[in-house]
């Protein structure tokens, strides 16, 4: 028993009490007569106090060796402390230390373990065991840990049984590349780890579990972006005898749990968009709805007025952005700048100051007269002191384009609120989107989606208007969920395999136990998988999924903390029978 | 939504409701003017009825055309049944079909989806998602969860936050042999599965979360022994400012919790024997104490009488088996056998029976009078009716003997009771055994474990008389989980790793990340790991793990449903630099 209480529990109702804590050195005081030492573990920190006065001589000399980091053991008595801090739950009492014991000495840390570190991201992932002792950190992993307990409290009563399934499974060229793993056993032959237990969650179904449920890792050999992990973690699920609605109505009442129990925020129900609307209104499939500035289409009102750059456009498109009439020339040209950079590649775009007195300024004044700008801001709905952005091209891009800027004014007017949650659904994914590179269809959501069944005869005539049971749940901006209700006849399923470009015998190899499997009475099932590095941090009030993993791996997917991957020893080649090549 | 209720929660208090239920045809019985099926889904059985008084007529030739695992949808009435089924909770009532929809068809499937099947295991295995239409498979995978959701709570309730440790990390050759995986994007270098979390919940210690654990995959490429799996599951914990003592008392409580909220029983204290006891009294680490027949030396009263086949043995030992005085001569020829079996490879025994009228008749009745006999006896509290058996030989050999016999005897005198519990721990293990084969120093637990304080000078001097801070959890017999007391300090660290064979270059290459984090400060801490599928096996009286996995893999470390591993695209090798070997 090394203490008797943590460093974040002892208040004036412990007073005279002799207690014993452990923990960390993290600030020592010194004033000669006397020494304070900020006592912290992962519950607090605690005051301890030696003076000349009332503690053993010795005890002052430990404690002035005493270093950062150190781990120590004090037992002395609680007192009230005479200057009191009342940002910390202990800060009314001090430790008068007895007894002192070194339980470990430390070098001097690479970088302060304080909320604001002098450590930059790559020292502190070297030294992830220091980072993990510094509050924002290892606050994120007991947000985390709670988060997935809540999560596992809501399936579980709702009837859902957490299974978990095999990590070492086969590999399918289907999707992203896999991991592989080479087996001892089997020599030449290799397991791959799962993208997503995907066949494992439909074959449940087949098997009659009927509600089922995992919070699993899974693994992706991607060239990674920023802030995507080779391993991350989703929470999967699958039900059986549902259709779409029910599948939205239990994960709807999800996210509204998690939002009322973590943040105390009730909200009614989720808005739904198709994504055909999602696409024409915010330019995006993942629209932030905690703002406004939704797209309004001008083709009407802007063409044939004598501007050819608009005249020949597909799409002319645009929003209103609320107060940036405050905008100077200059930041509107720099803001010209920003959507011309090649990771956005916008031509440009017209503007239009809706000035306080009702009247219009315009980069197209030559063209457009005030009545003109005044159809174009009623369209809109455009308030004085906003600045209207008009953009025009193919309609894809020029949707893409409009939403990245959309997004970014977002940032600038501070409109995306870390404590404000706005979820909705957007449903009626297309079932198929055709690749230019491979020059054939592609699954939009993964080759297992059922077609909503009025859609079915498209799929020989005119597979790109299919749309899917498919459905995504958006949460500020960011895809936290997705599913689709899948398809479970064997027939309906080759046809699909088929028109991704499957030969027969390639997807009787690849898919032929699940194919098999749906010839003994498949049920019809369908699901939904969150990602839970990102909806922790979502529901945290951050993007940054990365600090929401306890050991993350680089953007060259190194563990740079144990130096992983590494080479291995040439007799474990010899073992898998394989060999590196030159 | 394909049904207002589920085939388990209908009755007499529904009677009169209109209904709509999906589910698996299981049993059709067809009388011609009257046809009755057992619908089946995850929560029960619910019997429809069509007749022709009652039902369309179209109805009777639907149901006519069913089979075996079809999927249904059933729409009808709530009637009370004519001859009550007082097994089922649905028993009293049955549905009147208005309607009848097939959802899917079904093959006939390749055994009976039944309590009692007739498939044998590998094709059950290879239909796993039919075999997990069965009760007792699927009771197995609830069982399992229900466990999981009741640890969870408990280790969260003590503050214990559950962290997810990476999957990819890096290859050490110490212990089993590691799965390794290629990394792509660093070639040349791989990546290993995890065998445990090990070093993160040390380095998290290090990182002051304090308590930590998870419910974590484990890898291990070992050739595979009946019922060892490859990918394998732990609840994985570690916690900071401990002693031993308090490590047992949490996971003492946990599984006390888990008897208790499981099978409601309650046990007061857990014995503790050290190893040494362990061996002397049971010639095993893991004794189950659910029945006596504990071990007794007789060196003393058996030695020196004449009988040269125990005078010369370094150990005479014996067992009374109760009741088996009823053994006659056949029989204990064949126990003779049968511990003479190369598996076992005793050499004999001595019996003793301990008859009715207080007298003894031995197989060596030629060296030992009544009076010797009687002696054995007393030493061995047998009693009338018993029949004592002795071994001799080496000690280590002749404990392990009598330990396989004296489980054969309590499972042929069914005295290992599976809704029995008798936990223990087992503690002041070795730290280190020899090596024979690699002619060196092993560690027993591994070499993270810190030796007990008071023999750290015999570390030098005498390692195999050093005894460690660690320690099992055992019940009935199995070893459900295993801990230690961690070094935290790196001298000594270094010193274990030395003793084990390493040199300073190889503990670094290896270890270098944990020696440098025990520079910074690393608290005293420990831990302990339960087998997770053991654990639920046992708390489900049974030894049989794999039953407890949703897809297990063979002994070949195949999954025969989904035929994995497999051989992979040679462009998945080109891309991953490797090679097969020819």
Known sequence: MFRTHTCGELNLNHLNQKVTLSGWVSVIRDKGFMIWIDLRDRYGITQLIIDEERSDKSLLETARNLGREFVIQATGTVIERASKNPNIPTGEIEILVENLEILNESKLPPFTIEDKTDGGEELRMQYRYLDLRRNPVKNKLIFRHKVAQEVRKYLSDKGFIEVETPVLIKSTPEGARDFVVPSRMNPGEFYALPQSPQTFKQLMMVGGLDKYFQIVKCFRDEDLRADRQPEFTQIDCEMAFVEQEDVLEIFEGMTKYLLKEIHGIEIEKFPRITYEEAMRKYGNDKPDIRFGMEFHELNDLAQNKGFEIFDKEELVVGISAPTLNSYTRKDIDRLLEWIQRPQIGARGFVWVRVNEDGSFKSSADKFYSQEDLAAFAERMNAQKGDLMIIMAGKANDTRKQLSALRMELAERLELRKPDEFAPLWVVDFPLLEWDEETNRWHAMHHPFTSPKPEDISKLKTNPGEVRANAYDMVLNGNEIGGGSIRIHDKELQSQMFELLGFTPEQAEEQFGFLMNAFQYGAPPHGGLAFGFDRLVAIL???????????????????????????????SQLDELEISLKQ
Do not use: L
């Open 540 to 570: 945290d009030g951050s993007e940054t999924i990365r600090d929401y993993i306890a050991f993350p791996k680089n953007n060259s997917g190194r563990d740079v903390m144990i130096d992983a991957p590494s080479p291995i020893d040439p």
